[in-house]
């Protein structure tokens, strides 16, 4: 990923998140935050996002209001 004037930090997980944008499912945010997760090895992502925990890498936390 080039531009001028321009710099992407973790271009590369960018690229990945953009790529499984693509595909659908899953808002850009939550794709950044498990790609990221995933290079440095702290997966699972927990999340109260039902859509977000259908990633792979993410698990889903259970909002107990009882």
Do not use: C, H
């Amino acid at each position: 990923m080039a531009t001028e004037g321009l710099v992407i930090e973790e271009a590369d997980d960018v690229a990945r998140a953009a790529s499984r944008y693509r595909i659908g499912g899953a808002g850009f945010s939550d794709l950044m935050t498990v790609t990221a997760a995933e290079r440095a090895g702290a997966l699972p992502v927990y999340t109260f996002d039902q859509k977000a925990a259908w990633l792979e890498g993410a698990t889903l936390l259970e909002n107990d209001t009882s």
